[in-house]
């Protein structure tokens, strides 16, 4: 999906398109000799994000996925049909999209059937008639099988996660292909919907909102609207045996809680804290982003880790108040603003820990100076190999590890002793209303903040973000 800031940007180039018959034909557009006429070639096969070479594709833009499937735990089969809505942005002959799941029956690209390509996670399309720079078209797959985990350069699993009930379903930063084919990378946000047919006990738990549930001959279909764009990291369509909780916030955004009833009792007092994270982050970052909010907690022993999948962060065991607070922070950052690359993985994990500082500071816990100085932070020994990484590219296999989240908190806390309170919080509420939705790198987040401030900011930015080394003055 087209975002806000690229607007401009995109309708300079078909500008320059139109007015290309009288001087300059686009790079990318006219044949020479020909101006205007369609010069087809084929989508990039990735985005160029170092971390991920293959995720990602170019000469398109998601709209929206719909995805319609069955899944079954006792067979752990799925069969599913997708059906993409895109735009091209160069005149196509060829084009990706990422898919790591089951076999492929056909593929039709605006109702006609074609051959495809599948390349390791890369699965290419050939579409005739060819497709013209800003043409709206629809991809429709089908496939069955029994889709799986992926592992992660950490070690980690992500994507589609069987469990002893149904199927955990996360998919940062590359999980998502094992079950959906999309173009998987943050930079392409698209509305989403899924319809998922479980046998009838079971619930299929998706993000956003909970358009429909029915059950016939012993199978219950769910569908579940996501309303904003998301990136193709954060969806879920989590499935098992669920307690379900309804309400609404103070504010009045409705709340769906999906519990695991074993999860029940080790969950209680971060999920009775929900409403009043989601409003005092709102009261701090501005309007929570989304037309819903909730979480889905459930028992996935070897995920072990939780995540921000839109609307409803995921839990693999009883959520804490800590990692809840942590995961709805993100819903700001992370979820509406996300990282333009994976190295900027510090404007997700830093922002939701010193967050998730804030929420316990404001419940009655350390203060955020006394966490910012405990011996998991600026009390770790000058010598400790947490201070040997760049912050700004701590590299896939520290992503997640404590270098973005604990040094990136301390960053922000850092910048807001040495801006002050107003300007702090007048960047994080700027930085997320400008960016809605959105995507952005470390250095919009520096000339933001230069700018609201008025100061330049380098040698701060530098020893926090862009050395390696426990910055000792800044
Ligand atoms: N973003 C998640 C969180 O901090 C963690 C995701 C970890 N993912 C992984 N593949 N290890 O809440
Ligand atoms: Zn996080």
Known sequence: MTIPQLRGAALATVALVTIGSMAIPDAAGAAPGNPGAPRYSAGAASVGDPYFPDEGNGGY?????????????ATRFMAATATITAIATQDLDRFNLDFRGPEISSLTVDGH????????????????PKLKTGQAFTVVVRYAGVPGPITDPDGSIEGWVPTDDGAFVVGEPQGTPAWLP???HPTDKATFRFTAKVPEGLTAVGNGQLLSEETRDGWTTFTWDSTEPMATYLATI???????????TPSGIPVYVAIDPRQVAGSAAAVAQIPRMVDFFASKFGPYPFASTGAIIDRAPDVGYALETQTKPIFSSPASVGTMAHELAHQWYGDSVSPQRWSDIWLNEGFATYAQWMYTEYNGGASVSQTFNSSSNYGRAASSSFWQIVLADPGPEDMFSSIPYNRGAMTLH????KLGDDAFFRILREWAASRRYSHAATADFIALCERESGRNLTAFFDVWLFQKGKPTSW
Do not use: K
């Open 414 to 417: 850092a910048l807001r002793g």
């Open 238 to 248: 989590t499935i098992g045996t669920f307690v379900v909780t309804e309400s609404t």
């Open 61 to 73: 833009d998601v709209q929206h996925y719909d995805i319609n499937f069955s899944y079954d735990p």
């Open 113 to 128: 059937a074609h051959d495809f390509i599948r390349d390791g996670q890369e699965l290419v399309v050939t579409p005739r």
């Open 182 to 184: 999309t173009n998987d």
